[in-house]
């Protein structure tokens, strides 16, 4: 969505003077869910009979870090409770606007959080600074026409990206059709299957091993896979509409690039995580999570909206009303829209894999984040789409990729170790 105008400098002092929120109430800003019909069946549905005595106002993401610090220099706190992605909330922590809510963890150990997104929720030091909320990530769907043509012994729910390739491979012989696809167009999200899948499963990188030796190996192998892939590709930018028009049998996208397919012919497809490689199952949550903010005004009503969200019955509600997926343990309930069903499941099997391996949203690089995905997106191109020698590719794009990380200063992020300063591109 297209941002809206910063607020003025007015605007600012004039909300961070104003009179605090009464101690009954508990105010909780999100950066997320902000349509109005979201942010209506939030407050109507989601946060019907929840305690605290909620009050649920929306935020612009740019504008999250600003609001809360012009909080914090006022000393007038309003804000107790907020909702926003991983990215959004980092930047918090060392501004000094969120509470340690390590207590809050351990209250919630029993929802069934998985350890990876607890883990995620300590912005990389030892105290939690929020409870995952809420989730969505990157699946992969197939038609069931395409399940008589998996590799022997192959398990959809466990694929390797050797069996995808055999996989395509033999549907192209049997069919004589290329049906795996990808959303390699223009508004496609490819360049989050490179940083977040791809990459992270053949060399544990997103940036530092970019021009690896096993980097380049990884793109050899793409480029041979790419044989079996729908022609049409380049032009996909959700996969649900060729899914549906039966061009592809067999896709990789945002869970709600495809969830239309999925809603509209459950009984025609299957959802499942995307392959694994050498290193892991490597795969992309888009989680959001839940921060108390520092002196919050009502803290204990802060927390009990926490519990209230990370309830499994409200975690499936926010699925079923939103499309956001739970991060708790949950039940899926006989009356679940059968769509939404195959979803869930696949998102659940995807975080619960042994050999899953979190590849976290690029985070630091404020206006930098497009030329950051274009030099995927060209890499793949120069490479798959153009015949060009992979290692000279990737020596090339190294220099654009490194520039953009020391121009921004942003340090590494998962799966990529952690640095001091800007993460290097070895």
Request: net charge neutral; glycine share 6%; with cysteine.
């Amino acid at each position: 969505m297209k941002l809206l105008k910063a607020v003025s400098a007015a605007a600012l002092l004039a909300f961070a003077t104003a009179a605090p929120a009464s101690a009954q109430e508990t105010v909780f800003m999100s950066t997320q869910l902000r349509p109005i019909e979201e942010a209506q069946k939030v407050r109507e549905i989601i946060l019907r009979g929840a305690p605290g005595n909620p009050t649920y106002v929306t935020e612009q993401p740019p504008q999250l870090t600003v609001r809360m610090r012009a909080e914090a220099a006022a000393s007038r706190r309003t804000v107790s409770l907020v909702g926003a992605l991983h990215g959004e909330l980092q930047p918090l922590l060392p501004a000094g606007a969120l509470d340690d809510i390590s207590d809050v963890a351990a209250r919630l150990a029993d929802r069934g959080i998985p350890a990876n997104l607890m883990e995620l929720g300590k912005l990389g030091g030892t105290t939690q600074a929020y409870i995952p909320w809420m989730q969505a990530t990157y699946i992969m769907v197939a038609n069931r026409r395409a399940l008589p043509y998996l590799p022997a012994g192959a398990d959809v729910n466990a694929l390797t990206y050797e069996q995808l390739k055999e996989w395509a491979k033999n549907v192209r012989e049997r069919t004589g059709q290329r049906r795996l696809g990808f959303p390699a167009g223009p508004q496609g999200l490819m360049a989050r299957f490179f940083q977040g899948y791809l990459y992270p499963s053949f060399t544990g990188s997103a940036v530092s091993a970019y021009r690896s030796a096993e980097a380049e190996a990884m793109w050899v192998w793409f480029k041979d896979l790419w044989q079996y892939v729908q022609p049409n590709s380049a032009s996909y930018n959700f996969m649900q509409e060729p899914l549906m028009a039966d061009e592809v049998w067999i896709a990789f996208d945002h869970v709600a690039r495809v969830l239309d397919a999925l809603r509209q012919r459950p009984n025609d497809f299957v959802a499942f995580p995307a392959p694994a490689g050498p290193k892991g199952r490597g795969y992309m949550p888009v989680v959001a999570g839940l921060s108390v903010a520092k002196d919050a005004p009502n803290r204990a009503g802060a927390v009990a909206l926490i519990e209230h969200l990370t309830l499994p019955r409200t975690q499936l509600l926010t699925a079923a009303e939103v499309g956001f997926f739970p991060v708790v343990r949950a039940d899926l309930p006989a009356d679940l829209a059968p769509g939404v069903r195959l979803a869930a499941g696949a998102i659940a099997a995807t975080q619960n894999a042994r050999d899953a391996l979190v590849s976290l949203l690029p985070v630091g690089l404020g206006e930098r984040g497009g030329e950051f995905n274009k030099v995927y997106n060209d890499t793949f191109q120069r490479i798959v789409l153009r015949n060009e020698p992979a290692r000279a590719v990737l020596d090339r794009e190294a220099e654009n990729l490194r520039a953009i990380m020391n121009a921004t200063q942003a340090p590494c992020w998962a799966p990529d170790a952690p640095s001091r300063g800007a993460c290097p591109v070895n």
